[in-house]
């Protein structure tokens, strides 16, 4: 089983919306602080929202108040509902899972991306 992967990415105009959906295996879910990370072209991983296991948000100052983290811990699924999109938030997004009582040296699950393009 795969442990993390995600769904819902596509091309949008700019402006538009789009919500996307990571599931994580079961054994992971709950124990895990979930996140998602954008790499555009030519430029490195970043973060863009991170959601602990009782529900304490983080966000990329770029992304505040256009973005929201939310997670289903019934579901095991953690989502990134994307509003208000613009061509700069064009990129390969990842889905990340870091159980709380890994260390600094694990990097967590990474599920295999899914792409977002926004462009008219």
């Known amino acids: 089983q795969v442990p993390v992967l995600e769904s819902g990415g596509g091309l949008v105009q700019p402006g538009g919306s789009l919500k996307l959906s990571c599931a994580a295996s079961g054994s992971i879910f709950s124990i895990s602080t979930m996140g998602w990370y954008l790499q555009a072209p030519g430029k490195e991983r970043e973060l863009v929202a991170i959601i602990g296991t009782g529900g304490s948000t983080n966000y990329a100052d770029s992304v505040k108040g256009r973005f929201t983290i939310s997670r289903d811990n019934a579901k095991n699924t953690v989502y990134l509902q994307m509003n208000s999109l613009k061509p700069e938030d064009t990129a390969v997004y990842y889905c990340?899972?870091?159980?709380?009582?890994?260390?600094?040296?694990?990097?967590?699950?990474w599920g295999q991306g899914t792409q977002v393009t926004v462009s008219s």
């Open positions: 990340n899972a870091k159980p709380t009582y890994t260390n600094s040296d694990f990097l967590g699950y």
